[in-house]
């Protein structure tokens, strides 16, 4: 999610021990965005679908409880993982995006695409078993007056971005690799996570950021930017966030992965079908969400974030593309983004689906 999804600064949010994790791309924005959708709408009504028998599984949502997890909430709120029961747990602020999920002590965790061949690439037998984002959701973000239109419009610009790291730092390789750009040809800033400042102050002259995280905050503060997609074509070799396990888990209890797998795909569509009910179904989830304006932060949220979701805007699937799997594997190692090839085949599998 995203998350929103690059943890603070975290160059091995991938369990290196002693290290930081990444991933803000779901959790970014976190008080202003941990809100959400239209007030108003009733909850829906909760309906149990596991006995005490069913497997008891946890599933990691990283840092900060954020609407950006709603389907989640919705899922666990009204019964959606059947056949197991199902535990969601927020990471600690110092814990690698896999460190709980290799230690045995979460089952699923959700993680970008672009984690999951890094993880493998490291050692880890990390694997995908569901699509949670369709859609990459990381864009280049300058001020509404700049004149750069494209992404080749950046040569010989300055670019910030939290750092080397994450979904940021992917999408920055995408989007220097679409315009026929290397990184000596911009000027890379690593700002941590002090965009809106870097941005409105001309520290640097544009930010790489969430479509449905740091622009949503950039309208929301009343700031006049633009989004510039990391490619022309819209063609991004990378994939976005997912549910993943590992391969003993999966090989050992192939019924619990496909009930979660389901119940996300359920939680998601429950979603994108009634935004306002699953705002609902997080309040327990968010403590922030009474706080003054954090409805209308949120509501903006999930309108940025269901087409991420659902790219028609109404169908959701939770179907991985293997072409695209196989474009990312080739782009990472090409890029240097991993120092190893990694099967796509191993990363990520389709088995685990209803549809």
């Not at 079908?273 to 009474?290: G, K």
Request: contains cysteine; negative net charge.
């Amino acid at each position: 999610m995203p998350r929103s999804h690059d943890r603070a600064l975290a160059r091995a949010r991938l369990a290196r021990p002693g290290e930081l994790s990444r991933r803000a791309v779901l959790a970014g924005g976190l008080g202003l965005l941990a809100a959400g959708a239209v007030a108003g709408c009733a909850q829906q009504p909760y309906r149990p679908t596991t006995t005490a028998s069913d497997p008891a599984v946890t599933i990691g949502l990283t840092y900060i409880p954020n609407i950006q997890f709603a389907p989640f909430y919705v899922a666990e709120a009204n019964g959606l993982f059947s056949g197991v029961q199902a535990t969601l747990r927020h990471h600690g602020a110092k814990e690698g995006l896999f460190t709980a999920l290799v230690a045995g002590q979460e089952d699923f965790v959700i993680a970008g695409g672009d984690e999951v061949v890094q993880a493998r690439a490291q050692g880890m037998d990390v694997v995908a078993i569901g699509q949670y984002y369709h859609a990459y959701p990381v864009v280049a973000i300058v001020p509404e007056a700049s004149p750069v239109q494209t992404a080749a419009d950046l040569a010989g610009r300055s670019i910030g971005l939290p750092g080397r790291s994450g979904e940021t730092y992917f999408g920055l390789k995408a989007l220097l690799h679409g315009a026929g750009l290397t990184e000596s040809d911009v000027l890379v800033q690593e700002i941590g996570y002090t965009q809106q400042a870097a941005l409105t102050t001309g520290q640097v002259e544009a930010i790489i950021g969430f479509a449905n995280n740091d622009a949503v905050q950039f309208e929301q503060a009343g700031i006049p930017t633009r989004t510039i997609p990391l490619t022309a074509s819209g063609q991004v070799p990378l994939v976005s966030i997912v549910l993943a396990t590992t391969r003993a888990f999966l090989d050992a209890n192939p019924d619990a992965a496909t009930a979660v797998a389901v119940g996300m795909v359920k939680g998601v569509q429950a979603t994108v079908d009634a935004p306002a009910s699953a705002v609902e179904s997080s309040r327990a989830q968010i403590p922030t969400l009474s706080e003054a304006g954090a409805e209308a932060a949120a509501s903006a949220t999930l309108d940025a974030t269901i087409p991420l979701w659902a790219p028609d805007g109404t169908t959701v699937t939770g179907r991985m593309d293997p072409q695209a799997w196989q474009d990312m594997t080739t782009f990472m190692l090409d890029a240097g983004l991993v120092d190893s090839a990694v099967d796509p085949a191993l990363a990520m599998t389709n088995a685990h689906l209803s549809e």
